[in-house]
């Protein structure tokens, strides 16, 4: 079976990786040890500004079934349990927030060498219904992502996407927000030794007439160290810097400044993660 085309999440992701993750305009440390049994424990602290976010998840594995559950500082606890392959092609995913009693929820995944289908439904009296659906191959794709309130009868996300793929070029074209944005994005590898490549992502909102142009690079300087670069038309430069200085364990320094008002201070963001 051949890769198929994918979930909806993934129309665009390359592009958007590019541009936006590892980004950090925040202070971020995040530790992973695991137990003797195979548990995995997880601590993460964030500093924004003056105020201190902390969590603390555990990760634990029993053949297909995948076990997740977060505490964060406002003593929410989060779980989610993942049975991956009961049937082929399929994935079952179980969450809920406690104390939050609506935030039950089951979702299924099913992918296919030329489908990719994703529902999920709140467990609640008149619960919150998704679908996301993909049609086509590993070259070609179109889909749809909904959501329906039947508490209210209305729709609240109503988007639709197309993604063409190449060797090495990733072109894609969503329409969000109910037909109120329209994003085109970008993503061409120009050199695989070093895994330089360069996107961008075009965004028009018709309600605003705004649009907003981001453009964004990478470079491998060496096989253990990355740097990236972006800018979008309001004058936003960012820059970082991410290097593994073991397996799995990676420090990252970003920056971003204002072209236009070049007297404020810079942004300057931090995220170290460590894992054993």
Partial sequence: MGKGPGLYSEIGKKARDLLYKDYQGDHKFTVT??????????ST?????????????????????????KVDTSSKLFTTVTVDEPAPGLKTIFSFVVPDQR??????????????????????????VNFSGVVGNNCVSVGTDLSFDTASGN???????L?????????????????????????HIVSPLT?????????????????????????????LTTVKARWNNFGRASA???HEFRP???????????TRAIEKSAKVGMALLLKP
């Fill in 248 to 258: 799995k364990s990676l420090l990252t320094i970003s920056g971003e400044v204002d």
């Fill in 103 to 128: 935030s039950g929820k089951v979702e299924l995944q099913y992918q296919h060498e030329y489908a990719g289908i994703s529902t999920s439904i709140g467990l609640t009296a008149n619960p919150l």
């Fill in 45 to 69: 602290g964030i500093k924004k500004g003056e105020l201190l976010l902390a969590d603390v998840s555990t990760q634990l594995k029993n053949k297909n079934i995948t076990t997740d559950v």
């Fill in 240 to 242: 970082l810097i991410q």
């Fill in 33 to 42: 040890t695991y137990t003797s049994d195979g548990v995995a424990i997880t």
């Fill in 155 to 161: 729709f609240t996300k109503l988007n639709a996407g």
């Fill in 195 to 223: 895994n330089t490549a360069v996107g961008a992502e075009l965004t028009h909102s018709f309600s605003s007439n705004e649009n907003t142009l981001t453009f964004g690079t990478q470079y491998e300087l060496d096989p």
């Fill in 163 to 187: 993604n063409f793929t190449h060797s090495d070029l990733i072109a894609s074209v969503t329409v969000n927000d109910k037909c109120d944005n329209l994003t085109a994005s970008y993503y």
